[in-house]
């Protein structure tokens, strides 16, 4: 949407505040579920779909939501448009390169073994100095999900947290809808060290090619300025939501002390524990698109061109779609969420992110320190909306 002005005949949420939202945004989640599905929020600058009906239908119908939005943060914290933002085919021929490497064969086959070298990296780091003390989030969860990224990423010798950092920013910057001069300052700064790693990188692939996301998206002939924002995009989505997803299954499993132990004891359940961790605290928050046409949505019509900020958080917490659905619960009958997204924009990384997280990181986190607990002495912190997560959970052991 390029103006503020309320599209006709939508309900408008001006109580609306994205600080509350980053704070905690599931009570007001709640409320526009609630009062108004489909509601214009003037403070956020989109139409904001919160159902999951809503937010289901979307991404099913991807010629009616589209993914080409007009101007948007995105592009500006990126310094051009991802894949992400572009409809199929376009979209579709971006992706195929990527997915060669990313479906659950290949992750099996390439990425499976060094997933687990730099877990036990890292908790071993941890341990050491540590102590019995640590703050899992900086001292796990972070540098797992950051080496992981820089190997699919075919950039091992650049430092994982700087990795880290320049997702930090990219995603401040994604999530920048109120304008803020210093999230742009950081973007920039972010996407001027990343360009200088991948000057090394795209020039070393090109003489030695790889199994990395970065070499099959050159192996496809994709000009160089569009491989760059497309490892740009990965390194937004492909850091934040792992880390979220260690320090959140943790988080979930310490305080469901007889769901821990079912697990602890049959080993075969952490699939179900990372499913339902994603569906509660999804790391994907929101997802914008743009309608490409006039659509009539739980009795309210968006006008074409309106951009849309479909809350897939909110989605993940539908009472029509989920019973019980703010409580944790690893034996939830199966059925589809939409922590990753849905139909063609289904997140490239999921596959990954199950076998790096829910399968690697976390159960061999409890298989080495049977005696992990939260420490209740420090405070745990959290942030964001669009993306949210914990940025700081203390742990003893």
């Known amino acids: 949407m390029t103006t503020t002005a309320v599209p006709l005949d939508l309900p408008t949420a001006d109580w609306l505040d994205p600080a509350d939202l980053a704070h905690n945004p599931y009570p007001s989640y709640e409320r526009l579920r609630r009062e108004a599905p489909v509601v214009w929020a003037p403070l956020v600058k989109k139409v904001l779909v919160s159902s999951f009906e809503g937010c289901s239908f979307g991404e099913r119908h991807p010629e009616v939501f589209s993914s080409n939005v007009a101007g948007g943060t995105m592009a500006k914290a990126l310094g051009g448009r991802p894949l992400i933002r572009k409809d199929d085919p376009e979209h579709a021929a971006e992706r195929a390169p990527m997915n060669r490497t990313l479906r659950p064969k290949q992750i099996m086959d390439i990425w499976a073994d060094k997933f687990e070298i730099n877990a036990r990296r890292y908790l071993e780091e941890m341990i050491f100095n540590g102590r019995g003390a640590a703050d899992l989030n900086t001292a796990y969860a972070a540098p797992v999900a950051a080496k992981n990224l820089c190997d699919m990423l075919g950039m091992p010798d650049v430092e994982p947290m700087d990795l880290a950092r320049w997702s930090i920013d990219f995603i401040a910057g994604t999530g920048n809808v109120l304008d803020k001069q210093e999230i742009w300052d950081r973007c920039e700064r972010s996407r001027a060290e990343c360009d ?53 299954m943790v988080w979930l499993l310490e305080r469901s002390p007889e769901q821990k132990a079912e697990v602890l004891a049959n080993p075969e359940l952490w699939k179900q524990v990372f499913t339902e961790a994603t569906r509660l605290f999804s790391p994907i928050g929101m997802i914008t698109r743009q309608s490409a046409a006039d659509i009539n949505l739980h009795g309210v019509v968006i006008p074409a061109g309106t951009q849309i900020g479909m809350i897939l958080a909110s989605a993940n917490r539908d009472p029509g779609q989920f019973t019980q659905p703010d409580v944790f619960d690893i034996h939830r009958p199966s059925g589809t969420n939409l922590a990753f997204g849905a139909g063609v924009h289904q997140c490239a990384g999921k596959w990954a992110a199950q076998k790096a997280i829910g399968e690697i990181a976390v159960p061999l986190l409890y298989r080495e320190l049977p005696g992990l607990r939260l420490d209740q002495s420090r405070p745990e912190t959290w942030d964001g909306w669009v993306f949210r997560g914990l940025t700081s959970l203390p742990v003893v052991w």
Request: hydrophobic share 40%; proline share 6%; charged share 25%.
């Open 196 to 248: 200088a790693a991948l000057d090394e990188t795209v020039a070393r692939l090109r003489r030695r090619p790889d199994p990395s996301i970065t070499s099959m998206l050159l192996e496809a002939g994709m000009a160089e300025e569009q491989v760059r924002n497309n490892v740009k995009l990965t390194i937004s989505g492909g850091m934040n939501e792992p880390q979220h997803m260690i320090t959140n």
